[in-house]
């Protein structure tokens, strides 16, 4: 029987402040089979989980994450705001979607952090072309989800570089024949970020083999159908 893998966004968002220890933690504690973070650095080129450029919609603070030290972030979000070695710690043995926004620059950071925290087993990467060439090109073995965006398929040789096990799509850009079309190509597909039920009941439909939402409980819901009820 096909199972669809569950992922939090950013952990449990309605619950707690995305891309925090909380939230990822509440989404593994309420099913969900990885949780999905965010990575940026900081001045001092500390990996840390903030999905913006900048502190102003989160945490209220007119700074841009590349201005701030890892310490002083620490500060300005309260001890709240985690680097990604508390995140990967705080979430134990648990899947890790690791997206790369800004082209990737924390890229070469957050393979050393995953690295050093023996979590390359369980952590995998998703953002646009660029990021997850540079992801490929350093770590052959590394489970990638290209981040896609169009209904034009990726060139050939941009997947035989990448390499992805999946393409990961917006929910919103879905169709049972496009999903059956990655399939064909011996791909899988992710989708990002319905939240209600009917859309997620959609995809599931569909065939998608994964679904990553901001309603980690609802999702589980759907996926388990009776069962999760």
Do not use: K, Q
Request: hydrophobic share 40%.
């Amino acid at each position: 029987m096909r199972t669809v893998t569950a992922v939090g966004h950013r952990g449990d968002p309605y619950r707690f402040r995305e891309n925090t220890v909380a939230s990822l933690r509440s989404a593994l504690d309420r099913g969900a089979d990885a949780v999905e973070v965010d990575v940026r650095l900081t001045r001092d080129r500390v990996p840390v989980l903030l999905h913006d450029g900048t502190l102003s919609r989160l945490w209220r603070h007119d700074r841009a994450v590349a201005e701030v030290t890892a310490g002083e972030l620490r500060d300005l979000g309260g001890g709240e705001l985690p680097t990604l070695r508390d995140a990967l710690a705080a979430t134990g043995r648990g899947r890790v979607m690791v997206d790369l926004p800004g082209g990737g620059a924390a890229w070469r950071e957050t393979l050393d952090t995953v690295r050093e925290c023996g979590a390359r087993d369980r952590v995998y990467y998703c953002g646009d072309a660029s990021a997850m060439l540079r992801i490929r090109g350093a770590e052959p073995g590394a489970e990638i989800a290209l981040t896609w965006t169009s209904l034009a398929p990726p060139r050939p040789s941009l997947l035989a570089a990448v390499r992805p096990r999946w393409l990961n799509y917006r929910f919103s850009l879905l169709s049972r024949e496009l999903v059956e079309r990655v399939h064909a190509r011996g791909l899988l597909v992710s989708a990002w970020t319905p939240d209600t039920r009917r859309s997620m009941a959609r995809l599931v439909s569909f065939g998608v083999d994964s679904v990553t939402s901001n309603r980690i409980d609802v999702l589980c819901s759907v996926r388990d159908g009776p069962r999760g009820r």
